[in-house]
Structures are given as C-alpha cells and as structure tokens.
C-alpha cells in the first residue's frame, strides 16, 4: 500500500486533475533524450527524424491517458524547438515546420 501519486507503467496515478507538477517527469525524460542527442552532429533532418519517432511516440503515450496542461506543452514545444535548431539560424517558422509534407512542412505532429 503506497500514497499517490505513484507510477504505475511509466505514467503518474493521482487523484486530483492533472497540474503542471504531475508532468514533471515526462519533461525530464525527455530532456534527458535531448541531452544525450545533443552532443552529436545530427542534421537537421536527422533531428527531425528524432523528434518524429521517438519523442512524439513518448508524448503520445503521455497524451493518450491524460490531457497535458497548456503550461507543459509549451515547455516540451522549446524542448523541441530548441533541439530542432541547436544554437543555428531560425531559416523557417515553427508552425512551417510543423506542416504536413504534402503542404511543405517537415510532417511533425
């Protein structure tokens, strides 16, 4: 018999709503992704490709049991952002970027 919140599969069990203090490890772990990509030089759509299959996919099993507070996508969005040009020229908008391929973005979600 524990107190919550716990973890239970990776993701938090509480009680209350969700708040931006329940997410904290989800910004971690991504974060810590990050980190560890960060000090290889990945092209940009290297990086893409990264953000597309591995931190999307942790998102969207984060998103498929909760709905994340406007607080944290915010701070996962410059997570991304912040990857995705690492310290370079910002040559196109993020909403660009987040186009579908057919209408030519990058196909993030």
Same mark, same amino acid.
């Given at each position: 018999m524990g107190?919550?919140?716990i973890?239970?599969?990776g993701l938090p069990l509480f009680i209350s709503y969700s708040k931006p203090r329940h997410f904290s490890s989800l910004i971690d772990k991504i974060r810590t992704k990050i980190d560890g990509w960060m000090v290889k030089s990945l092209s940009a759509a290297g990086t893409a490709e990264l953000i597309r299959s591995v931190l999307?996919?942790?998102?969207?099993?984060w998103v498929g049991s909760? /709905?994340?507070? &406007?607080?944290?996508v915010k701070e996962l969005e410059r997570l991304f952002v912040n990857f995705f040009w690492n310290n370079r020229m910002h040559a196109w908008s993020w909403k660009d970027i987040y186009r579908p /391929?057919?209408? &030519?973005?990058?196909?993030m979600r």
């Open positions: 107190l919550l919140p973890k239970y599969l999307h996919n942790i998102l969207a099993y909760f /709905k994340l507070p &406007g607080s944290v /391929k057919a209408e &030519g973005g990058l196909g």
